[in-house]
């Protein structure tokens, strides 16, 4: 069991997450508070197998005009639902990415065989919150270095033109997502 948290840098907020990963699989349970245009508090739980592949997303959003949620489930033939709609649009897709979090970053370090240099083209299920807005979205990682005696490694994020290069703890972890967020 983990516990994380992180402040946002680029506008108003604060996450705050339990983990926990064991032979069952990985579980995340957050809270977001932000402040970017409007104030809005954002919970979720993710859930992945042992192998950190996706299963199953609930998210709820709380705003002034009041809550809306998503469930997104992934099973195991790879096709997605959206409370229990099927989702065509994102069934070549393995991974989430919840734009807001530096969490979901993880999924795919801890997925993945990795080694400096090694890259990845991943298409993911992009979720946009507050709105909960749901596409597919083509995400290259590279590894730029690890640190075999303490676990640490880089990696560099890209989605079209934006890119960061993300510092991760031994377990994944981002620890600076730069110019967005700064874990405490």
Not at 42 to 54: K, N, P, S, V
Not at 60 to 82: C, E, F, H, I, Q
Not at 129 to 136: A, H, M
Not at 164 to 177: I, S, W
């Amino acid at each position: 069991m983990a516990e994380l948290g992180w402040v946002a840098t680029e506008w108003a907020g604060t996450e705050h997450v339990i983990v926990t990963h064991d032979a069952a699989g990985f579980r995340a349970d957050s809270a977001m508070i932000l402040a970017d245009g409007e104030l809005a508090r954002i919970a979720y739980q993710l859930e992945c197998r042992a192998d950190w592949e996706f299963v199953r997303v609930d998210v709820t959003v709380t705003r002034m005009a009041g809550p809306s949620r998503l469930s997104l489930t992934r099973d195991a033939d790879g096709r997605w639902l959206a409370g229990g709609e099927p989702l065509p649009a994102l069934d070549h897709c393995v991974d989430i990415d919840i734009n807001r979090t530096p969490l979901t970053n993880t999924l795919p370090i801890r997925r993945l065989s990795w080694s400096p240099g090694k890259a990845y083209d991943l298409d993911v299920a992009y979720i946009s919150v507050p709105e909960l807005d749901i596409r597919p979205s083509r995400q290259r990682y590279t590894m730029l270095w690890r640190d075999d005696r303490t676990g640490e490694a880089a990696y560099r994020y890209e989605s079209g033109t934006y890119q960061a290069d993300l510092p991760v703890d031994a377990d994944g972890y981002v620890r600076n997502y730069p110019g967005l967020w700064q874990r405490l």
